[in-house]
Nanobody, 116 residues
Framework: QVQLVESGGGLVQPGGSLRLSCAASGSSFRFYTMAWYRQAPGKQRELVATINSSDSTDYTDSVKGRFTISRDNAKNTVYLQMNSLTPEDTAVYYC??????????WGQGTQVTVSS
């Protein structure tokens, strides 16, 4: 199972930006499908963005045009650039890795709070 460590969360004003990072252990990162999920208080965890081993990306509708997922295989790291943040983006953001066998690993989560 791969170890994932998220960073980059924090408090930001509406309209601001944050970049989340997720560093993965191991030597097979380039084969993983990586994803960011988020969970707001009282709500179910939802998929935010994915990027596969071919760098194909997908986003939930509410973040399209504002968030960008990317990866650096040389650094075993996936990023989530978040722009034009709104209070509705407030949540704990989790990094997820899926290997070629479909086995998933989760990070511990990082809090993002959008508030004035």
């Amino acid at each position: 199972q791969v170890q994932l460590v998220e960073s980059g969360g924090g408090l930001v004003q509406p309209g601001g930006s944050l970049r989340l990072s997720c560093a993965a252990s191991g030597s097979s990162f380039r084969f993983y499908t990586m994803a960011w999920y988020r969970q707001a208080p009282g709500k179910q965890r939802e998929l935010v963005a994915t990027i596969n081993s071919s760098d194909s990306t997908d986003y939930t509708d509410s973040v399209k045009g504002r968030f960008t997922i990317s990866r650096d295989n040389a650094k075993n790291t996936v990023y989530l650039q978040m722009n034009s943040l709104t209070p509705e983006d407030t949540a704990v953001y989790y990094c997820n890795a899926k290997n070629v066998f479909g086995v998933r690993s989760w990070g511990q989560g990082t809090q993002v709070t959008v508030s004035s």
